[in-house]
């Protein structure tokens, strides 16, 4: 029998469970509204390293090591690591993966990688060929603005429409065991969407569209309604995206209006001065691996949907006039 | 792709475009236009008080010119390297990146930036990233001027 | 007195006008573009005789803005090419804005050299 149900969603026949998750944090997110709900926050950008790719690289690494710790594995024990990150050739995973000594699958899809590797991940639970498998990202904001944007240093204003490159990193086990929760039930694999946006400092408004095309077919697929989810939450569209999101599902005729969130407008607080929100794969990761999947162990919330956007365009695309493509992946967690 | 298709796919974009432009904030122009003014300003007139200076101090108008550039470079790399310069910019824009020691911030920031990937194809290659363009035109432009200046004197 | 308020009025209108071109024109003009149309634009005004009354009435309002480093260049060159003929027009823009370009460039390094980004 196809697990495949309608054009783009997958369902697990046996839902791969969660085992452990663990998330870590700069500073400037440990201020945030959910600073207690991270496993680690961090002093500051460098994290004992030389320098900042060194960091985000290492937050990664403990961020996959505390995850299989919770659960007393030794990294030997995990069978398959798939992980990414934005910066070029995916190096703060590769150099990770490095020192872990796990079997290692590189995945990039900018700021949406934290579902393309659950989903991946699960599959290849699901699937039989493996039984312990470690799906991590993350992003650091000193090592993505100087790979996309201006350096540091340089006096520029930021525009309203421009999100924060979240610093975090997150990892979520998966176990092909009987008993427990929560479980990734489905998924929901996304196509490149395009509407001609190219304003690399408002990409809320390059994914939005995306996103509300995954979430449309999801529902499409699954024939679900949109209040079957207690929560849905984007991954990175910023407060300009969400509007832009809740316009487009009025739209598309997503009633009754679900019940949505964007983990970057949730990320930070409004006296934080990111703008419009904030944005990279730890986004998404942060929130999933922090108070996300804290709320649904504790049966705060049963159903979640998360669906983590990417902007995959590169400066030099950019520079070259190309508009974003954008993608959205959407991954069904639930308490069953 | 078939034209009608394309078409619609058009139509569906521009429609997209639309709803981007009423839903995304508008900079505040007029605040961030009284901020560059009164920044940029206070900066040129601290420029003013410098060649002033330097001239009651004999120097000639060009080289008090030249020391006041210098003056203003030293002091915007000063505050890059002790990272207040960028704080400023957020919310001066232009009045911090118009004045000579916006385009010496752009320097210094761009040098900065690469130090961990070595002082001589980090800082040394990079130092000219943002300020490189900027000399390019500069100079060509003179060199055409100064053409054309002997094209039409002779 | 009055030299210092010139310059603050004449410089502060030059970044009015950088200001209302970045936000008016978002996002397809930078700082960037700002820097390299600013020394642009002055140097070609300066061609064309336009800057240096400016520079007369406003002082460092007008030699301050990155457009005033342009007008060094240019008038510079004009100078040399007036002593030196064509060789001039190669050597005078640098030689005038020696002192600035090289000042920029050394005391860059050493910041890089000397202070770490903080962010």
Aim: charged letters at 15%; a negative charge; hydrophobic letters at 45%.
């Amino acid at each position: 029998m196809s697990k495949k149900q309608g054009q783009q969603t997958i369902v697990f026949t046996s839902p791969p469970l969660i085992s452990s998750w663990a998330s870590l944090v700069g500073p400037k997110e440990g201020q945030g509204p959910w600073g207690e709900d991270f496993d680690q926050v961090l002093d500051d950008y460098l994290y004992d390293e030389q320098t900042w790719e060194k960091a985000e690289s290492k937050m990664l690494r403990e961020a996959v090591k505390q995850a299989i710790s919770k659960r007393y594995y030794q990294p030997s024990e995990i069978e398959l690591l798939i992980s990414g990150d934005l910066l070029n050739q995916i190096v703060s995973a590769n150099y990770a993966a490095r020192e872990l000594s796990i079997p290692f699958l590189g995945m990039y899809g900018a700021c949406s990688t934290m579902a393309e590797s659950m989903l991946t991940a699960a599959m290849a639970v699901d699937g039989g060929f493996f039984s312990r498998v470690v799906a991590a990202v993350s992003s650091h904001h000193y090592t993505a603005e100087r790979q996309f944007r201006t350096p540091i240093e340089q006096g520029v204003q930021k525009s309203a429409t421009s999100q924060w490159t979240a610093t975090a990193a997150g990892a979520v086990l998966l176990e092909a065991v009987p008993g427990g929760n929560p479980r990734i039930t489905s998924a929901t694999i996304g196509q490149v969407i395009d509407m001609g946006q190219s304003d690399a400092a408002n990409m809320g408004s390059a994914m939005a569209p995306a996103a509300v095309k995954t979430i449309k077919a999801h529902f499409d697929d699954l024939n679900r309604s949109p209040d079957y989810y207690d929560l849905i939450v984007t991954g990175d569209l910023g407060k300009v995206g969400m509007a832009l999101a809740q316009e487009l599902f009025i739209k598309e005729g997503l009633l009754p209006q679900p019940n949505y969130s964007d983990c970057g407008v949730l990320l930070y607080n409004d006296r934080q001065d990111v703008n419009s929100g904030g944005s990279g794969c730890g986004s998404s990761a942060a929130m999933l691996c922090g108070p996300l999947l804290k709320k649904m162990s504790e049966g705060k919330i049963n159903k979640l949907l998360l669906v983590a956007t990417g902007a995959l365009m590169s400066p030099t695309t950019s520079f070259q006039g190309e508009t974003i493509p954008s993608i959205a992946h959407a991954v069904a967690l639930e308490n069953i | 792709m078939d034209s009608a298709s394309e078409q619609l796919k058009q139509a569906e974009i521009d429609e997209y475009d639309q709803l981007v432009k009423k839903i995304e904030p508008k900079p505040p122009v007029v605040k961030n236009c009284i901020w560059a003014f009164v920044v940029g300003g206070l900066i040129c007139a601290f420029g003013q008080l410098l060649i002033n200076f330097l001239m009651s101090n004999g120097l000639n108008q060009s080289d008090a010119g030249s020391g006041t550039s210098v003056i203003l470079i030293f002091l915007a790399t000063l505050f890059t390297g002790l990272g207040l310069y960028d704080e400023l910019g957020k919310y001066a824009g232009a009045g911090s990146i118009v004045p000579i020691t916006g385009f010496a911030n752009a320097i210094v920031a761009s040098a900065m930036e690469f130090r961990r990937e070595g002082y001589i194809f980090g800082v040394g290659a990079r130092i000219f990233s943002v300020a490189g363009p900027t000399l390019v035109f500069g100079f060509t432009v003179a060199v055409l001027v100064g053409l054309l200046k002997i094209i039409f004197t002779s | 007195m009055n030299s210092l308020f010139m310059a603050f009025l004449v410089g502060g209108a030059f970044c009015i006008i950088g200001q209302l071109i970045m936000d008016l024109t978002k996002p397809a003009i930078t700082p960037g573009h700002i820097l390299v149309g600013y020394i642009t634009i002055g140097a070609i005004l300066s061609g064309l005789g336009i800057y240096q009354p400016i520079v007369d009435f406003a002082g460092a309002g007008a030699t301050v803005p990155l457009s005033g480093f342009g007008h060094l260049l240019t008038q510079g060159t004009i100078t040399a090419v007036q002593q030196k003929g064509l060789l001039g027009a190669l050597s005078g823009g640098v030689e005038a804005a020696a002192a600035g370009i090289t000042a920029a460039i050394v005391f860059g390094y050493l910041a890089a050299v000397l202070f770490n980004p903080r962010g």
